[in-house]
Every structure is written in structure tokens, then in C-alpha cells.
DNA sequence: TAAAGTTGATACTATTTAATATCAACTTTC
DNA sequence: GAAAGTTGATATTAAATAGTATCAACTTTA
């Protein structure tokens, strides 16, 4: 499932879409590939899940992508990974609320040397029902 | 602040937008106004407030309706209402993610006999800062 | 009771936006 | 080292969407 296996061409095709639109959706911060050395891309079985995810979002719930990253920007970041209060302080994702925290590039915090691409407020909570279930989950 | 004195005509004109427009924010979900007995609405001083916030968020911040319809929905109205587990269990709005709670009947429920209207879940998280402000009040 | 305002509804429009196509420069493959 | 694939970027397009105008029926105002 994690194994970055499938280059841009391939992944586009098995998603039903164009090369430009995997990237435009990078670019929006919705998703992460793996990138090689040389930069090009490599996507996963769950990037490719994610895309349908993305999708379906965009084109059937007709939420813009705007939308869906202010969606992503309010998942609880700070209560799934337990940063410190002094880090949440100084965080620009804690502290601000258009882009989720994937999309800021943390210094001299509790995420600096973490992966997003690895993290699970990044990995496990791609849409709507993820983030109310947590929601739900941390307030009982 | 909260005595509704404006009819729509006059709302729509210190809004700086058309009364179909109004219309629509309410179809949407977006706005309660105060109805008489007749059906007319009446606008408060706050609904102004919470008009002007709606366009913001539509036109500049970029997000769309329905975006911010789901947004509206991420509130986490159980933490603040604080209705019991039995409530949560049958609860739409709990259970659900594309609308906001005081868009959904609510029966036989803790908020069955609650006035959305004067209700803090809808008063007092009309946009994304606020809403994730109330989460990390929540999830210290 | 006449004039002005409101109701929900339908029809229309100007913009926006998601999605492509195409590009020259670079990387991989065979 | 030639062919195929990828890079980011710009330009273009088809469709969606926020916003209006307008309507007959109803309510309020004066």
C-alpha cells in the first residue's frame, strides 16, 4: 500500500485523469507523492486512494479546493501528535488556519524532523467523515 | 445586537448585496434570520455581522458554499451543547457531515425543543477561525 | 383600500474554477 | 545516445457557481 511504485503517467491513468491535474492537486496541498532524487514522482496504492478520495470531494460533493483545504486545516493536529505548548506557540499550522499542517514548513518545532508524508494527521484524515470521527473521538 | 429590526430590503442594502442573494444565504444554511408570524424575515445587527463574515469567506477567501456549509458542519456541537451519549447515538447531526446541526430537524432530542437561533453552536461559530479556535479551547 | 414591501420560484448571466493541452528543459530507459 | 517519460510553467476551455432580475401571490403600511 505504501510502496511508491507508480509514476505520474501510470497513476494518472489508473486514476482517470490528466498529468497536469495530479500535479495541480499537489500544488493545492491535497496530496504528497514520494519523490525520487531526481524529483519525479512516485505514487502509492493509498495516494492513489486518496486521489479517488479528492475526487469525489471535488466533483461529487462539490466542495472547491479551496473548501477542502480549510477542511484539512482545521483537523486537530496538536492532539494527534502531542506537540508541546511552546511549539504549538510558535507553529504557523497551530497558530493560523488556511493551510493544513503538511503544507507549512516547520522549523525548529516538534515537526521539523518529522515526514509528513508518514505522519498520520496527513495519512489519516483525507475527508470530512475522518475528521469528525476524530473530532469525536477526542471529544467525548 | 440581537433585536431583529431589519426588514430584508433594508438588510440587503447595509449588506451591500441583493435580497435574493439573502435569500439564498438562507437556503443554504448559512444565515437564520428571525421570521414573524406572517413568514417576514427580520435581520439583526449580528446577522449583519454574520452576512458580511459569509462574504468574506465566498469572495475572498475563495471557499464555496458548500464548502463552508461542510466547514459548518466540522463544529463540534456535542462538545458544546453537551447532550448525553442516548441523544448522540440518534442524533442526524452528530451521525452526519454535509450539514450543520441547525440545519437538520432535530427530534426527540436534547435539541428538539432549542431555538438554533439563540443556540452558541450557531451563534458563535460562523467561520474557520473561530471554529478552530473553539477546538484547541476544546483539545488542550 | 391603494401603494409599497415581502414571499418563494424560475430564468438568466458574468465570473470563476477545475481540468487540459502544450511547451522547452531535464531524466530515465533500453 | 536516441526514444520515451517527467519537470514546472503558461495558455486555453468547458462547466459550475454566486449573484440578479423578474414573476404572481401575499402582507404590511399609511
Redesign the interface.
Known sequence: MDEPKYPISVAAKLAGISIPTLRMYEREGLIIPYKKESNQRLYTDRDLERIHCIRQTINE????I???R??L??I?C??IVHCSEEDRAACEA?NS??KPCWMINHKNNFCSDRNCLECEVYKAYGN??S??DK??E??K
Chains 1, 2 share one sequence.
Open positions: 460533493d462539490k466542495i472547491n479551496e473548501g477542502m480549510r477542511i486545516a482545521l486537530p496538536w492532539a497551530y488556519h488556511n470530512c467523515a475528521i469528525k473530532l469525536k477526542l471529544l
